[in-house]
């Protein structure tokens, strides 16, 4: 009995400890996938990341033309990163298709003001690139200037037929678990035609971004635009609002989701009373 007995405690002695070193590896791992969530998410919140990205946004504005309409966009947003030895060229094109439903009335390409007699409009809106020089190694502060371009490829009216060029420049910060930052540009037509207004508007987007150990952050980046052709007192989109994200694996492609809601502390007449975004970005990280 006695032999059989210290052969009982070996045994167990031998099953409490044997499996501390796999549970080791298993925490140790979980950390390690932790981190790289949380600096994935960072980069992918970072508009001069070079990463190799799709993300793909739906928004919803409803309560246009004093709640008669809604409209629908969905933007294509591709980037890809070219390295230039000390600096990065991020190349970023703004794809959009365009559901119009304008009730009783309709509205022009900037989805805000009202027109006689339009009927719902789908279609592809005016592509847009932006070309940010960035800092390859970048200091405390990433930043990143560079070129725009809207060209006229729009279909049914929705958008303006003039060539539009301007400039952009995006500044940001990653303290500890935070992404603050915010991105200004301004394009102005550069073409003649007679029958359309002229084009110089402003657009400022800042993104304040909390992330967790586990891939979720909250998040707030509210698009403010400024058209400059418009009346002072009809001139500025001001949305307020946030939501949440999630960095997720499938496989080993990592997908980053958003979604926002936010209301209108300033809007033009026939502006939306709120409006919500959705997102999903594929990453393609190096």
């Known amino acids: 009995m006695g032999h059989q007995k210290v052969i009982f405690q070996r045994e167990n002695y031998h099953f409490r400890f044997s499996w501390m070193p796999g549970l080791f590896a298993i925490c140790l791992s979980v950390l390690n996938s932790s981190a790289h969530a949380e600096d994935l998410a960072k980069k992918s919140q970072n508009p001069v ?8 946004e739906f928004h919803h ?9 809604s409209s629908n966009t969905m933007l294509v947003k591709p980037v890809y990163p070219v390295s230039l030895g000390k600096y990065n060229l991020i190349n970023r094109a703004i794809i959009p298709v365009l559901a119009l439903d304008p ?9 805000i ?53 301007g400039a952009a420049a995006v500044a940001l910060a990653t303290p500890d678990n935070w992404v603050l930052g915010a991105l200004v540009q301004n394009i102005w037509s550069v073409t003649s035609k007679d029958d359309e207004p002229d084009v110089n508007k402003l657009l400022f987007q800042y993104f304040v971004n909390y992330n967790f150990d586990n891939g979720w952050y909250l998040t707030s980046t509210p698009v403010n635009t400024a ?3 418009k009346d002072s007192d009809n001139r500025w989109t001001v949305p307020v609002g946030g939501g949440v ?20 502390a300033e809007k033009p007449d026939g502006g939306p009373d709120w409006s919500i975004l959705f997102a999903v970005k594929f990453l393609f990280p190096k």
């Open 227 to 229: 058209n400059w052709e």
């Open 103 to 111: 009730g009783t009335g309709g509205y022009d390409y900037d989805g």
């Open 113 to 165: 003001e009202p027109l006689p007699n339009v009927d719902t409009e789908r279609g592809l809106g005016n592509i847009q690139y932006q070309g940010f020089i960035s800092p390859s190694d970048p200091g405390n502060v990433i930043w990143g200037v560079g070129p725009v371009v809207e060209l006229p490829t729009h279909q049914n009216d929705l958008g303006s037929g003039h060539i539009s060029l």
């Open 245 to 264: 994200g999630k960095l997720a694996r499938f496989g080993k492609q990592p997908v980053d989701f958003k979604l926002q809601a936010f209301g209108y």
């Open 49 to 56: 990341g070079d990463i190799i990205s799709v993300p793909i």
């Open 61 to 69: 504005y409803d309560g246009l033309l004093d709640g008669d309409a």
